[in-house]
């Protein structure tokens, strides 16, 4: 039973692309996160949603949308990949903004 | 601007000794800070915290200490044991649940 999943697991597509990591979270929690990790192992939150609203939006390009369908997701669209959008991406959630947050295995995309 | 430091990207320790991971920060808004452990292929997994207004936490054989003067905090694993080889990420948090992680430190322990 995984508490916090994303699919998928490995991700390689060619710039200018358009992909979707999905995640999903079975705790029950109204918080969600989403962090990329760099090269330089540099742990850095995206976006935060909290009952599927933006409350944290990071100096991130607008090629990243968010999308919350429910409380239990938060997809992650990116438009027009570029080759630094290269990194592990991990979804995390929380009970609410102010507890522990939970994080999923990771996605690693690669950009070509 | 990286505002929470872990500058020992790795540490080894003999089984049963102590091990001592460091931290330090710069924002002075941090209301806690969170020590999370990694391992290979898997997310961050929530370790121990401590508030802002505490110098000490203890949870079993995990101990954080927090030295706000000095801007700096450390987590003491005692006794160490196989298992705990791993990924250590300190993280200094906001008042919105914003985490703000250092770049980890790899702990090796040596059966």
């Known amino acids: 039973d995984t508490a916090v999943s994303q699919t998928p697991k490995y991700l390689v597509t060619q710039m200018g692309n358009d992909k979707s990591i999905k995640c999903e979270q079975n705790?029950?929690?109204?918080?969600m996160y989403w962090y990329k990790q760099d090269s330089k192992k540099f742990l850095k939150i995206m976006f935060s949603?909290?009952?599927?609203?933006?409350?944290i939006n990071e100096t991130v390009p607008n090629r990243f949308s968010p999308k919350s369908p429910d409380k239990a997701h938060l997809n992650l669209h990116i438009n027009s990949l570029e080759l630094g959008d290269s990194a592990v991406y991990f979804c995390a959630s929380s009970q609410s903004r102010y507890n522990e947050q939970f994080f999923g295995p990771g996605t690693r995309l690669t950009v070509l | 601007d990286q505002q929470v430091k872990q500058n020992s990207p790795s540490l080894s320790v003999q089984e049963g000794r102590i091990s001592i991971l460091n931290c330090d920060y710069t924002n002075s808004m941090f209301d806690y800070f969170l020590w999370y452990k990694k391992y290979p292929a898997e997310g961050p997994t929530f370790l121990i915290s401590?508030?802002?207004?505490?110098d000490k936490n203890e949870d079993g054989r995990f101990t954080v200490f927090l030295n706000k003067s000095a801007k700096h905090l450390s987590l003491h694993i005692v006794p160490s044991q196989p298992g705990d080889s791993a990924v250590y990420f300190c993280?200094?948090?906001?008042?919105?649940?914003?985490?703000?992680f250092g770049t980890g430190t790899r702990l090796t322990v040596i059966p």
């Open positions: 401590i508030s802002s207004i505490k």
């Open positions: 705790l029950g929690h109204d918080t």
């Open positions: 949603y909290n009952n599927k609203e933006l409350i």
């Open positions: 993280a200094g948090r906001t008042g919105a649940n914003n985490l703000f």
